[in-house]
């Protein structure tokens, strides 16, 4: 009477051993892809606390972790397959034939892939990020990079630069406001203060849509823009930069153009 065929201990507890490993690299892959689909949104913000006008996209580390997570899902399947039919085939006392594991290479050579891909994507960021430094290099540490004020140096006076303004504003039809001279109402005091004005204006038709979207907005709203002379005798021209204003608020990237022209009326005004 023929006898049943048992897998030895040994070798079961190997296959044992050998699955519980594939198991950890799926948990290390599916790990490690969360990091780095992380990444992107953690560099973004760091970014904008450094240069709050820049304005680049980190989308592609959300698709280097989403397809690491999803090899690690690949591996738990195959290894658990594999498995299966291994403990079969040493419980009807056969060998499984002795090869190289595809399984390993094939994730090797993705993870090589993958990392050079990651590397060719930071460097692309350094690179895109370069000028951006350089940009702001004339902008002194006075402009914080938290607070999203933005501050250009102007090649005019304080009253030039304002003229200059208004009469941009007037030329493209936008509304101001108010013209407040902080200076010249320190002076009516008996105080000294540097020349100082700040101009408000807007365009209801470009501002109320914001408002309606995100009503605190309404702070931030009408625009505004100082021009000031520091104690070197420099003028500068100052603003709250678009992009802080929208992620303060929350707004949608598409009502953004509708508050970002502060940034070209002063580029405009300091030239």
Do not use: C
Not at 15 to 29: S, V
Not at 81 to 90: G, N, P, S
Not at 178 to 198: F, I, N, R, Y
Request: charged share 20%.
């Amino acid at each position: 009477m023929p006898t049943a065929q048992t897998a030895d201990l040994r070798d079961t507890l190997a296959a044992e051993r050998t699955f519980l490993a594939w198991i950890r690299t799926g948990l290390a892959l599916t790990g490690f892809g969360f990091v780095v689909a992380r990444f992107g949104p953690y560099l973004r913000e760091f970014q904008f606390e450094a240069h709050p006008d820049s304005n680049l996209s980190h989308g592609m580390s959300l698709l280097f972790g989403t397809a690491l997570i999803g090899v690690g899902v690949v591996v738990y399947v195959l290894s658990a397959w594999h498995h299966f039919r291994l403990v079969r085939e040493l419980e009807r006392g056969g060998m499984p034939p002795s090869r190289p594991s595809i399984q390993a290479i094939a994730i090797a050579l993705f993870l090589a892939l993958v990392g050079i891909g990651m590397a060719i994507y930071l460097n692309s960021l350094r690179r895109s990020a370069s000028p951006k430094v350089s940009t702001h290099e004339e902008v002194p540490m006075a402009s914080t990079a938290s607070n999203g004020i933005i501050r250009k140096p102007s090649n005019h006076s304080v009253e030039q630069t304002v003229d200059k303004l208004e009469s941009i504003l007037k030329s493209k039809e936008v509304t101001l406001f108010a013209l407040v001279d902080h200076s010249g109402e320190a002076e009516k005091v008996g105080l000294q203060m540097p020349p100082t004005k700040l101009l408000i204006f807007g365009n209801p038709k470009a501002g109320t849509p914001v408002m309606l979207t995100a009503p605190t907005s309404a702070i931030d709203l009408p625009l505004k823009i100082l021009v000031s002379e520091d104690s070197q005798g420099k003028v500068w021209v100052s603003y709250n930069s678009a992009e802080y204003i929208g992620q303060r608020h929350g707004l949608p990237r598409e009502l953004l153009a509708n508050i970002a022209v502060v940034e070209t009326l002063a580029a405009k005004a300091a030239e």
